[in-house]
């Protein structure tokens, strides 16, 4: 998600992706679901709930777009917290012995 913010023609696929028909972010979503689900069938992913594993990705990443976009002056650059974001949930994700 924070990488459409420095492509031009990337945010505006982006954004008539999320105008076709169905509309919403559910599109993008389902693409991440099915790939975590893959991870799962491959036993890289224990089983969890997918949909809110990709929610809490999406609403960081989405929030650190806004957040840029609207100018807001946070002091540090708000794309390195992206990394940050990935680890935490993967490290959510990963199986517990």
Do not use: C
């Amino acid at each position: 998600m924070a990488g459409l913010l420095t492509d031009a023609q990337l945010l505006r696929r982006f954004i008539d992706e999320l105008h076709r028909n169905p509309h919403g972010p559910q599109l993008y979503q389902q693409r991440i679901i099915e790939y975590l689900a893959g991870e799962q069938r491959l036993g890289r992913l224990p089983a969890v709930d997918l949909e809110a594993a990709t929610t809490l990705f999406t609403g960081g990443t989405l929030m650190l777009a806004m957040t840029s976009l609207m100018g807001v002056e946070t002091g540090h650059d708000l794309f390195q917290q992206l990394p940050g974001i990935v680890d935490t949930l993967w490290d959510g994700l990963k199986p517990r012995s």
